[in-house]
Every structure is written in C-alpha cells, then in structure tokens.
C-alpha cells in the first residue's frame, strides 16, 4: 500500500504544480543568444517538472542552475520564487525523504507573506505541509491540517485543494482504523466527481482507497464493488498504469474471502498482463500475490521459494516491504515445522524492525528538533521585532523633546483644541454608556416579566397535578373496598404524578438553558447527532418506530449538547403528537450565506395556521393530556437555546392532519478548531 500511496502523491504533484511539461528537449537547448536569465530560470523549472520522478541526477542539476542563477542575482518574482520552492520540496519526496521535505518547508515559510503568491500556490504549500506531518507520524497535525485545508479550500472555492486534502484524510482515517469516518470522505471524493472535474487517475485511485477501507471493515462486497467502478474509469480512459493494481487489489479480496477459484483467475490475468512489461513494481507485487495464492493452497515449497526471490531483490532501505517478506516467512515455516528456519527468518525480522524503530526515533527526534528551532526563531524574531520598535520609539521621544521647546506655544494651541474635542468624546461616551444602560434595564424588566409568567403559569401547572393526586387519593381511600374502582383511582394518581415528573424534569431543562454554553466549537457529525437523538426518544416510547431520511450528512462546528438538545425536543414532539405507529421525519440540510438550515418534516398531527404563533410559548398546549403528553415546554427551550446561538426556529408550514416542517437557522462558526468527530452524548 506504501507503493501505491507514492504513485498517489506523485499523480497529485503532476496536478498541482504550477507548470508542467511533456517533452524532455528542454535545458540549455532551447536557450539563444536573447535568452534572459529569468528566461532561463523559467526554462529550469520546467524542466525540473518534466525529469521528476523520472530522472533524479537531470532533476538535480536544474535545481542547482536554478539556485546558481539565485546566487547570481537574478530578479524573480515572489510567485516564481516560490515555484521553485515547491519543485524543491517535491524533490526531497522524489528521494523519499520526508524531513528533508519538512526542513524545506520550515525554512521558507517566511515567503508566504507575499502578496504575489496565488491562493493555489498556498492551498499547494499547506497540503504538502499537512502531508509532511502525516509522513513523519505526527498525525493529530496532519488531521488538523487536513480539516483546515478543506475549509480553506472551500472558502476560496478551490476544488482540487478540497479533493487532495479529503482524500489524504480518508487515508489517514482508514490507517487509524477510524473506518466509517475514511468511508465518508471517500465518498465525499466520489460525490465531488458528479458535479467537478477530477483527473480519472485520482478517482480510480480514491475508489482503490475505499475498497481497501471496506476490506478492512470485512464488507468484501462492497470493496469488490468499489473496485469494479475503479476499473470502468480505467478503462472508460484508457489508462493502463494501474490496471494492474485494480486487479492486485481484486485478488487480496478474494484470498481474504476464501475464494481461491476466482483468485486464480486473478493470478492468470496478472501473468498475461505482465507478459513483456518493463514495470518492476508491478511484477514484484504479482510475486507477493503469487506467494499468498500458494500459501492459501498450502503449496509451502513454491510459497518459500518465492519469499527468497523477494527477500533477494527487496532494495535493503526498503524496510517495511523486507520486514513483511522475513514475517510471512517465519509464520510458513512454523507451519510447516521447520523450527530453525523459523527462528533464522524471526531473528532477520526482529533485527530490521529494530532498525526501523531507530531510524524513526532518529528521524523524529530531527523532526522535532526542526520543529523546536523553527518556534524558537519565530519567538527570537517577534522579540527583534520588538526590540526594534522600543528603539524607535526612544529616537522618537529623543526627537520630541529636542523639538519640544519650539512647539511650546502651539502644544499649549493644540491643548486647548484637544480640550474641546475630549469634551465632546466625553460626551459621546456618556450617550453611548446610557443607551447601553438602558438596554440593560429593558433586557433585566423583559426577564423580571418573563420570570413572573413563568411562575404564574407553573404555579398552575404544577397545582392541577398536584390537585388530581390528592383528589383521586380521597376517592381511593373512600372506595378502598371496591377494589376495581380504588385501582382507577389509583391509575390517575400516577398518571398525575408521572406528569408532575415530567413537568419538574422539563422545568429543570428549562433553568439550565441559563447555563448551557452556545459558543462552544465542536466538531459535530449530523448524523451520529440526530441517530442518537432519536434512539433516545424511541427509548421513551417503545410503542413508537422512528425512520429519519436525510439529504445529506454534514460535518459542522458547533455547540454540541446545546444542538443536542434542540433537535431531540423537535423529534420528540414530532413522536409525541403523532398518531401513526411510525414516525417519519424528513431532514434537509443547505448552508446558505453562512447560515446552516435545517428543515425538519414530520407525518404528525399537524398545527392549525392559527395557533403558529402561540406554540413558542411556555406551557403552552393545543391539546389535552389526556391526548397526548407533554409539558408544553419543550419548544420554548428549543427556542431559547437556539436565540442563544443567534438563530431562529420557526413553522415553516403546518396544517391539522398533515404534518408540520419547522425550519432551524443558525450562523456557522468560521475557524472553529478541528477534533475528531464525535458522537453526541444527551
């Protein structure tokens, strides 16, 4: 998978870099008597684009020309400049080497500044930035960068930077075993394509990914199918590279699903494919398929021989492709009981994974060393900065006072002018802190006013419960010997007492929408939000079946429990006052000028246009409790933590006897910081 990873940043460079040329007749070739040195600056870059990954010591040499004619002078441009840092820090990926990469990136950070570098040079820059840190395994940098690189590439309406940045997420998510998380953006990719031009290359291998995601997840069907529409964008454009691959990965599936008949067929085709081909990497890889097929077959001698082949042509820096050889070897040869080749093939494991997890404390402690330095001199140059401007503030008050005794009489001038123009800043302050004063007092007199309905609502609410436990409590005492009588009695004294229950419970949710924090910026699944909230109102109701249809399943930031809230009261009511046995709500999602929207639709009993209005309010009921329960507080803390967030709930239509659709509005949190996903918790 590493190989195929490589081929994948290799496809997004030859997307994302500022030029890119076919032929390889460039160089001092092209260049004439007239030839500038910028000209021949630009002509190195462009050459440096097409001897990439094809040609490392021609590579080399047009970035040393470029750096000569740096040296020597030339003027470039910020943006050019900035080209050949790309192609240098793409370079060191040629080379496989990661913190050469990262070095490169540290050191030149300072060029981002500059006004001429375009909004796709940056979104560039910050991908193989956030790339870097998922190489060096600095994963929870690369996740937050990965999420930031989305939004950014969204706001400035970048598709490709949004593509690249999904993608190199959903690998991340997937090698963290975060595999429904993977599978969403994966799938964000796919969806990007119906409406976006993407190359064919990048698909094919964003469906490659997320059938790897499924194998993982042991869903084989799906991972076949995934394959499958990988391989009809090869062929629908003709691209034959990574055919081979589709089929490699169409053959791991079948081994893991026991289908050795079909995985044959897999081999036989990967022979004949291969029959006459120049690819190294692909015979090696049809080798290792070789090896699996035969071991699953228990075919121990041939699967033997071909682990020597590869352990024998395996480059010795390749570390995790030899470590993965010397294991499968080891775990043959137990099988097979040939204990001491068992133990020579442990040992040759043992020694190269010693040696990988040296070179990665090594290559991380220059990470961070790299990293360390970089923080260090940004604090060296805010101090210089400021030493600097402490200096020119002592010349300054230097000068002042040489020049004071001159401007005596106009300062005494100036300070009556400025007397005036205090005076009248007073006053302007005064008005301001008055009118905010009283808006103070007109919010403080809303909420005394407030406060008194409430009470004097809840005193009648909680007293006509209360009335009907002690009265049905009487009639029980009195009827204790009719024994069927007494029991209804009974019956409507805890349907009383559990509707004072409810009453109190909603009463206390109401007070602590006081307290609840609306300016919190999490990172909130949708999905997970409104499946768990009606798993908890289906708990409330057993007699009830709960079916939510979406439009689509969005990641956004905000106040989780505040949200939570808010969207189990609504499907609450729409379970509540709902006569059918199922309960369906349909949800539609746009973010429209900064705003999310949410419409939610339900098959209930519907409000009567007249009573719009009315339903906000505290303890209000268009039915009685012996229809149907509640409180009648329910949409008043919905409407109030959702003020709280500077929104709005509304009716958006609703008629009796056919439903209601309320629509939730609310602003969407701009730089909000990234975490992991989360499920709600209520």
Not at 576 to 602: A, G
């Amino acid at each position: 998978m590493k190989l195929i990873r490589l081929i994948i940043f290799c496809v997004f460079i030859s997307i994302f870099q500022v030029s890119f040329s076919q032929s390889t007749a460039l160089f001092e070739d092209s260049f004439t008597e007239n030839t500038t040195d910028h000209d021949k600056f630009r002509i190195y870059l462009d050459s440096i684009d097409a001897y990439m990954y094809r040609d490392v010591d021609k590579t080399q040499l047009a970035l040393t020309k470029c750096q000569d004619l740096i040296n020597k002078g030339t003027l470039l441009g910020d943006s050019t400049l900035f080209s050949y840092v790309l192609s240098k820090i793409y370079f060191e990926y040629s080379k496989a080497s990661p913190l050469g990469a990262f070095q490169l990136i540290v050191d030149n950070k300072k060029i981002l500044k500059s006004k001429e570098i375009s909004k796709k040079q940056l979104g560039n820059f910050s991908y193989i930035e956030s790339f870097t840190y998922m190489s060096m395994g600095d994963l929870e940098a690369a996740q937050k960068a990965y999420y930031e690189g989305i939004e950014l590439g969204k706001a400035n309406m970048d598709t490709s930077s949004v593509i690249r940045n999904m993608y190199s997420l959903g690998q991340l998510l997937n090698d963290e075993q975060y595999y429904d998380d993977a599978i969403y953006y994966f799938t964000q990719v796919i969806d990007y394509s119906k409406t976006h031009q993407i190359r064919p290359s990048t698909l094919a291998l964003n469906y490659m990914e997320l059938s790897e995601t499924y194998t993982n997840k042991k869903e084989y069907d799906k991972s076949l199918a995934a394959l499958q529409s990988a391989f009809e964008v090869l062929e629908k454009h003709q691209l034959e590279i990574l055919k081979s691959d589709v089929m490699l990965f169409k053959g791991n599936v079948f081994l893991a699903q026991g289908k050795l008949d079909l995985a044959d067929d897999i081999h036989e085709q990967l022979l004949k494919l291969n029959q006459g081909s120049q690819d190294k990497n692909n015979i090696f890889n049809t080798r290792k398929f070789e090896a699996q097929l035969y071991r699953a077959k228990k075919m121990y001698p041939q699967t033997l021989n071909i682990y020597e082949e590869l352990i024998a042509k395996t480059d010795s820096s390749n570390l995790d492709d030899l470590m993965a050889t010397y294991k499968n070897a080891h775990e043959l040869c137990r099988e097979t009981g040939d204990y001491k080749a068992a133990h020579d093939y442990l040992f040759a494991y043992n020694k190269l994974k010693n040696k990988k997890e040296e070179d990665s404390k090594r290559q991380r402690t220059a990470y961070l060393k790299i990293k360390f330095d970089s923080e260090q001199k940004e604090k060296d140059n805010e101090i210089l900065v400021s030493q600097i401007s402490k200096s020119q503030a002592e010349r300054k008050l230097l000068y002042g006072w040489t020049a004071l005794s001159c401007l005596f009489l106009i300062a005494l001038f100036g300070a009556f002018y400025q007397r005036i123009r205090y005076s009248k800043k007073l006053e302007g302050e005064v008005l301001k802190r008055t009118l905010k004063l009283e808006n103070s007092v007109e919010l403080l007199n809303k909420s005394n006013m407030e406060m008194e309905e409430f009470n004097r609502i809840l005193s009648h609410d909680l007293k006509e419960p209360l009335r009907s436990i002690v009265g049905f409590s009487q009639l029980a005492i009195r009827d204790i010997t009719k024994t069927t009588k007494a029991q209804e009695h009974l019956n409507f004294v805890i349907k009383g007492g559990k509707q004072l229950e409810q009453l109190i419970e909603d009463v206390g949710l109401y007070r602590q929408t006081y307290s609840i924090n609306t300016k919190e910026k999490d990172s909130i699944n949708m999905q997970s939000l409104l499946l768990e909230a009606a798993k908890k109102v289906e708990e409330e109701h057993p007699q009830k079946q709960i079916e939510l249809i979406y439009n689509t399943k969005p990641i956004i930031y905000g106040p989780r429990k505040a949200l939570a809230h808010i969207f189990r009261i609504i499907i609450q009511n729409a379970t509540i006052y709902n006569k059918e046995k199922k309960v369906l709500i349909n949800i539609n999602y746009q973010l429209k000028d900064q705003m999310h929207l949410f419409e939610i639709e339900d098959n209930g009993i519907g409000i009567s246009p007249k009573y719009h209005g009315q339903i906000f309010e505290m303890f209000k009921r268009l039915n009685h409790r012996s229809q149907f329960k509640g409180s009648g507080l329910g949409l008043s803390i919905a409407q109030r933590l959702i003020e709280k967030m500077d929104g709005k709930i509304s009716i958006l239509r609703s008629e009796e006897n056919k439903g209601s659709t309320f629509l939730i509005s609310f602003p969407q949190m701009i730089n909000a910081p990234v975490e992991r996903v989360a499920s709600p918790s209520f």
